[in-house]
């Protein structure tokens, strides 16, 4: 069985300052891994996906993500956050073999300071 | 126009009555998924469906149930709602194997039980 645990229910940074989302990750096969975003009153859409292609994974808004197998982690990373960027971010994942449904985090909401 | 449709937006219903949240999508996908959110716990799944003729339990199916009418209608029902059931509710949507199963969502239900 797959499962994902986020680092911290609330991260809060400066606005210009560095975005980092923690995401760690059990599978006892290879994995598929997503980062979704929730901005308010809104439903989940998706940042990026890694599909065991290139470990460096690139999304919209600015926003990529490296997997380590060895560290059985997907972070999820921006440089420079912008008030936008305030939002509740989920991690996913599921099995390479496409025919599990998605496991997700509990979520973390980034709060972006003026 | 939205792929993933889902209605009621805002529900506002009383102990004991029975409840039908619909999703539609024009996506083609055969897999459809309903989930729960709650605030500090994430997504939690509740019915998924591999095509018209597969149900399948998630993690939370108790006091719920569905209907997948067709491969482009996934309904959630209530049958006797109670308070602890007020939530976000979302319908999700992927396509077959080989395509990562990333997952569309819908714009959300959210249900108030008095």
């Known amino acids: 069985a797959q499962s994902v645990t986020q680092l911290g229910s609330h991260v809060s940074v400066s606005e210009g300052a560095l975005v980092l989302l923690r995401c760690n990750y059990s599978?006892?096969?290879?994995?598929?891994l997503f980062w979704y975003v929730q901005y308010p009153n809104q439903g989940l859409q998706l940042l990026l996906k890694?599909?065991?292609?290139?470990?460096l994974v690139k999304g919209i808004n600015g926003f990529e993500a490296e997997f380590k197998k060895s560290e059985t982690s997907f972070h999820l990373t921006k440089p420079s956050a912008h008030m936008s960027d305030a939002a509740e971010y989920f991690c996913a994942v599921s099995t390479s073999s496409g025919n599990t449904p998605l496991v997700f985090g509990k979520g973390t909401r980034l709060s972006v300071i003026a | 126009d939205a792929d993933v449709t889902q209605t009621p937006r805002n529900r506002i219903t009383k102990t004991g009555k029975r409840i039908m949240l619909e999703c539609s999508q024009t996506k083609g996908h055969d897999r459809m998924y309903w989930y729960r959110q709650d605030p500090g716990l994430g997504l939690q799944l509740i019915y998924y469906?591999?095509?018209?003729?597969?149900?399948n339990k998630g993690e939370i199916s108790d006091g719920y149930s569905v209907s997948r009418q067709a491969q482009a209608k996934f309904s959630l029902s209530l049958e006797s709602a109670i308070p602890n059931q007020t939530a976000l509710y979302f319908c999700a949507t992927s396509a077959g194997t080989g395509r990562y199963n990333e997952q569309f969502f819908g714009p959300g239900t959210r249900l108030t039980v008095l």
């Open positions: 890694y599909t065991s292609a290139a470990t």
């Open positions: 469906s591999f095509d018209v003729k597969d149900i």
């Open positions: 599978s006892s096969v290879p994995p598929y």
